[in-house]
């Protein structure tokens, strides 16, 4: 028992090196990550606006809630694209730094190795995503009075694991082809969020995508902010259970996945610097 | 040799590296039917490393050495055959395998570019799990050994190649590796660099008995270090044991350099003349006639200056790629 305990303990160290690394690298290029923020904030106001468009075409809805619906969905695209990028970026990043056999050679766990990534990237999703959010709604003066943010932010906590399961799934993607792997991986966030109800209900979807949408975390993490933020909804047992099931399978089909695209790099040689 | 640090028995690596004909028409033709060709970059070498030996690992470019070592670090699986370190199977990852065995090469970059190597070497004492006393007590030592107190803060990007060399060193010893593969450390350093990161090594197998492969295109690296070569070229050894034995054993001749007090004459009579400057003839003749040679110089000639030298080692290794060319 103690054994596993100092076991778990190294382990973590190990996990607190890898988000410590990566607060690094951000807070060294924290003025890019300003820019690239700005640009982030332009293109969700372009799909914002849309509401304002539809008014303004003769549309009759209304305008507050589906401001705040497309701004919900402009987040969670967001926010999802961070951690998937960050994932992404564990094996492409390194592959081009030139570090990425050393990483695969040290004595950490992939679990371990992937799981700080993914901590870091959870934390500064949920900063960047919150940022956004509070912007883009300052910008439209949307006031929200009913809201339930803590609730909204539970849920997409809950939802980050599923996230990190399915990121893991992508960011073998370089590893496997080191010249188109990353641009793969934004094709999976595109495949995912469009099942999902993104800008637009579920109901709406064909049927066989709505089957589909039963199995991507992104539909409940959806739905469930939406309530909270338009209604002021608690958190929802039919949005946490699936969430938590989906992370139950994804997280070790994630790593599995890694594993196996590890041992097809070892046995062809793709380890390789790319840059 | 139970005990070797280093054990590999007919290592096998095979890559199915694909090839077609230039032109747009192989190019599509390519795309349904793809053709590949089987290339064996280690084909069956079998050796051993006793703990705390230098081994000099040779070869041409594309010989099959950073293949070697990748496979020897887990890197890359093997084809065939077996390699053990430290008694582990590489490809395993067994931690106590990995927290004891380092790889360095020469054209690559462990530490973040971005960072100043100093956390790097945090990050390496949080995944090597190294107490906080010995990671502070050897980083500094080695910080002080390579004279690099000044780079260390700066961020890896903003060092010239040599200074990264050596701050890289630094990061891939400080969990106190006992089996160090160094594939090429030296490339593209000054002489004076490589001579530091020489001297380094060596001070550093001493301290900790570690064994070292090093691979070099440098002789001067290789003559200084290691008493053992292994010569590889396409895959297989040609090749293993003393570096002294390796001249005996492929180049048949010496040199004898000499410096004539009436100027240099014409020497064709004693050997073949493989050089002139100057006043300076150089001559090569068969090993077996060098005593006799350089007696009928001394005493028909007015001798200045003479040297007798084995062949300069880059030639005994061009010698030995050229049979293996041959053959």
Known sequence: MRAMAMTLKHELIGLSGVVERNIYLTKRYIFWDVAFFVWTVANTLTIVFIAEGIVATGGEIDVEQVTTQLLIGAVVWAYLGIIFAFLMETVAWER???????????????????????????????????????????????????????????????????????????????????????????????????????????????????????????????????????????????????????????????LWVFHRGELYAKRHGKLKRSG | MSDAAVRVDGLLKVFDVPEREAGLKAATKSLVRRRTREVRAVDGISFELAPGEIVGFLGPNGAGKTTTLKMLSGLLYVSGGEARVLGHVPSK????????????MGNRNQLQWDLPALDSFELNRSIYRIPRPDFVALRDELVELLEIGDLVRKPVRQLSLGERMKVEIVGSLLHRPQVLFLDEPTIGLDVTMQKRIREFVALYRQRHEATVMLTSHYMADVEALCERVIVIHHGKILFDGDL????????????????????????????????????????????????????????????????????????VIELVFAQDAVE
Request: no cysteine.
């Open chain 1, 96 to 254: 081009w730094e030139g570090t990425i056999e050393y990483t695969f050679m040290a004595p950490l766990s992939r679990a371990m190795h992937l799981g700080g990534t993914g901590v870091f990237a959870v934390i500064y999703g949920l900063v960047r995503a919150s940022l956004l959010f509070v912007v883009v709604a300052l910008f439209f003066g949307l006031s929200m009075p009913d809201a339930n943010f803590a609730a909204a932010l539970v849920l997409l906590v809950i939802a980050s694991v599923s996230f990190f399961g399915i990121g893991m799934m992508t960011s073998v993607l370089p590893l496997i082809s080191p010249e188109k792997g990353a641009q793969l991986g934004f094709i999976a966030q595109g495949m995912l969020l469009v099942v999902s109800g993104v800008y637009y209900p579920v109901s709406v979807l064909p049927q066989w995508m709505q089957w589909l949408s039963t199995i991507s975390p992104a539909t409940y993490a959806l739905r469930g902010i939406r309530a909270s933020i338009l209604d002021g909804a608690g958190l929802a047992w039919e949005d946490v259970w699936p969430l938590l099931v989906i992370g139950a399978v994804s997280i070790p089909l994630g």
């Open chain 2, 93 to 104: 990852r067994e931690r106590d395998f990995l927290r004891r065995i380092a790889l360095v």
């Open chain 2, 244 to 315: 002294a034995a390796l001249s005996d054993t492929v180049a048949a001749w010496k040199t004898i350099a000499v410096v004539l007090e009436n100027g240099a004459g014409d020497l064709s009579g004693y050997g073949e003349v493989i050089h002139r400057d100057g006043d300076l003839v150089t001559l090569r003749v068969p090993k077996a006639e060098t005593a006799r040679v350089t007696a009928r110089l001394l005493a028909e000639q007015e001798v200045l200056d003479l040297n007798v030298e084995d062949p300069p080692i880059e030639d």
